[in-house]
């Protein structure tokens, strides 16, 4: 099993960016999949990237496309997730996740507990 703690969230203005990471424990991560998920207020939780867990293949949805990018330091045994650009609507708690292969669904085995990202007009 692997344990996941995520950290850098916080309050933001429209337009600035944000690194969120996500430290592992127990089996590493270079052991999984990792992802990123959020769930905003009042909206099913959702994904946003993913890395694979052998070549780094990275998968992002279209909404994060081009200004978050997700990777990973093995030696470190921390993935992080780089928002840029950064838009009210990414305004969710965000979620560290991990899994054999990388899924786009909600559908992953291991989770953090989620750390806030405001972003304000």
């Known amino acids: 099993q692997v344990q996941l703690v995520e950290s850098g969230g916080g309050l933001v203005q429209a337009g600035g960016s944000l690194r969120l990471s996500c430290a592992a424990s127990?089996?590493?991560?270079?052991?999984?999949?990792m992802g990123w998920l959020r769930q905003a207020p009042g909206k099913e939780r959702e994904f946003v990237g993913g890395i694979g867990r052998f070549r780094g293949n990275t998968y992002y949805a279209d909404s994060v496309k081009g200004r978050f990018t997700i990777s990973r330091d093995n030696v470190k045994n921390t993935v992080y997730l780089q928002m840029n650009s950064l838009k009210p609507e990414d305004t969710a708690v965000y979620y560290c996740?991990?899994?054999?292969?990388?899924?786009?669904?909600?559908?992953?085995?291991?989770w953090g507990q989620g750390t806030q990202v405001t972003v304000s007009s």
């Open positions: 996740a991990a899994r054999v292969t990388v899924t786009t669904t909600t559908q992953w085995d291991y």
């Open positions: 127990g089996r590493t991560c270079s052991s999984y999949a």
